[in-house]
């Protein structure tokens, strides 16, 4: 599938760096970071806004220095309890128990064990989210595993539907799953498909954040739709797990993967995680049966018998650092609700929308991103005016300390990690982005 172009001005959203319209977010808006009074500096709001922050103590759980990290969309910052639980891991685990750390220390069992940590920052009961693999691999698996659930029931279900701004690994992945099934992909607009899906609809494949503009979908309404069809849809959260509350139980979710590296903070190459809602797990028949998720796995038996519950959803041998690295990055989640996340994400976003409407000279940029708290996730895409400039500019911020990253041909992305980042970061970001533009 081709990778979609971000439409010029996406329904919901409003210019920065462009005369104010009036669709400013407010504080009467669930989470809204309320603006200072009149005449109020944006550096002194900041400070306001910091020594409110009831999330502010978390920064000191990740190494950070002075720079403005504004990339956790793509790469969370190191979790300071990570280093030592790999070097324990390393040194005595494997150095001193080697093969026995299988039992000893809880590696065989590692994947669901962290998987149930998971589970709580998706919205999700024990036992049904295991960790391991990459996202890519899990698509793969859920996309199949849906398309056989649904075909099972009987009907003539013979279409994928697909977000159409995917990013592009979901596409390549669900029209290799449909030749496999024996479907065809039908691309839509992830906001059509309550509409799209029909009686030939055998699961839909939705982003729950778009990679590029930061729109929020309806996980809810959609996942509705879909089930009035008779269908099954699959939800890719890479984007959404660890900024805002999910819901997955909550809202009938039949299968979902994401990734761990982002805001959960799991470091490069992290694994990615499964979910399989507990009703569909007896019938979860998984595209790459492997030893890992057999019945019994050390009776090495030449014919495959799945294991039950979320062990289906395992392949192969876990990788034990990572994983364990993974483990020790969500230390930094106990004691925090999600909904808090949430509301400081909504209040990031909102100050770094009214600092750089208050800096950017007028016309430079673009904001893509939805103002509407209902349709915004915890990033903010920025599209240049000047055609080629983007590149240079988010090659300068770097060069000033501030990093976000670039996304051709247009559009800088700057992502919002509501436990490390904070109010006098953001307004220092919009305003070292002022100065680039006025220079440039």
């Given at each position: 599938m081709s990778d979609a172009t971000i439409p010029a001005e996406p329904t919901g959203t409003e210019p920065t760096g462009a005369e104010p319209t009036g669709a400013e977010p407010t504080a009467t808006q669930p989470g809204a970071a309320e603006p200072g009074p009149p005449g109020t500096a944006p550096a002194d709001e900041a400070a306001r806004l910091d020594a409110a922050d009831p999330l502010r103590a978390k920064r000191d759980a990740f190494t950070l220095d002075d720079t403005v990290y504004l990339d956790g969309n793509?790469?969370?910052?190191?979790?300071?309890?990570?280093p030592p639980r790999l070097a324990d891991v390393v040194a005595r685990e494997w150095g001193q128990l080697r093969i026995r750390s299988w039992e000893e220390s809880g590696w065989w069992t590692a994947p669901e064990?962290?998987?149930?940590?998971?589970?709580?920052?998706?919205?999700?009961?024990?036992?049904?989210?295991?960790?391991?693999?990459?996202?890519?691999?899990?698509?793969?698996?859920?996309?199949?595993?849906?398309?056989?659930?649904?075909?099972?029931r009987g009907a003539h279900r013979d279409q994928i539907l697909v977000d159409e701004?995917?990013?592009?690994?979901?596409?390549?992945?669900?029209e290799s799953a449909a030749r496999m099934t024996g479907c065809t992909v039908r691309p839509v607009a992830a906001?059509?498909?309550?509409t799209a899906v029909g009686a030939r609809t055998a699961v839909a494949l939705v982003n729950h954040v778009?990679?590029?503009?930061?729109?929020?979908?309806?996980?809810?309404?959609?996942?509705?739709?879909?089930?009035a069809a008779g269908a099954l849809v699959v939800w890719d959260l890479c984007h959404s797990a660890g900024a805002l509350p999910v819901g997955l139980d909550a809202h009938g979710v039949d299968l979902a993967v994401g990734c761990t590296y982002k805001y959960l903070n799991g470091g490069p190459g992290a694994p990615a995680y499964l979910y399989v809602a507990q009703a569909h797990q007896p019938r979860f028949d998984s595209p790459l049966p492997g030893w890992n998720s057999h019945a019994d796995p050390f009776g090495m038996a030449s014919a495959y018998t799945p294991a039950d519950g979320a062990v289906r959803g395992r392949v192969g041998t876990p990788d034990i650092l990572s994983t364990l690295a993974l483990e020790a990055a969500?230390?930094?989640?106990?004691?925090?609700?999600?909904?808090?996340?949430?509301?400081?994400?909504?209040?990031?976003?909102?100050?770094?929308?009214r600092c750089?409407?208050?800096?950017?000279?007028?016309?430079?940029?673009?904001?893509?991103?939805?103002?509407?708290?209902?349709?915004?996730?915890?990033?903010?895409?920025?599209?240049?005016?000047?055609?080629?400039?983007?590149?240079?500019?988010?090659?300068?911020?770097?060069?000033?300390?501030?990093?976000?990253?670039?996304?051709?041909?247009?559009?800088?992305?700057?992502?919002?990690t509501p436990l490390y980042t904070g109010f006098a970061e953001v307004e220092r970001a919009a305003r070292v982005l002022a100065d680039v533009l006025k220079e440039g």
């Open positions: 793509s790469l969370g910052a190191l979790p300071r309890a990570v064990r962290i998987g149930d940590r998971v589970a709580r920052l998706v919205g999700a009961g024990p036992g049904q989210v295991v960790v391991g693999d990459s996202t890519s691999v899990n698509v793969f698996k859920a996309v199949v595993a849906a398309v056989r659930i649904a075909q099972e701004a995917t990013f592009p690994t979901d596409g390549y992945i669900a906001g059509d498909v309550p778009d990679y590029r503009t930061g729109r929020l979908h309806d996980l809810p309404g959609t996942t509705a739709a879909v089930h969500l230390e930094v989640w106990d004691g925090v609700p999600i909904e808090d996340v949430r509301a400081k994400s909504l209040a990031l976003t909102d100050f770094f929308l750089v409407e208050t800096y950017v000279p007028a016309g430079r940029v673009r904001s893509i991103t939805p103002v509407a708290h209902a349709e915004r996730g915890s990033q903010v895409a920025l599209r240049c005016a000047a055609a080629g400039e983007a590149g240079e500019v988010m090659a300068e911020l770097v060069r000033r300390g501030v990093v976000g990253d670039f996304r051709r041909p247009d559009v800088l992305r700057f992502g919002f």
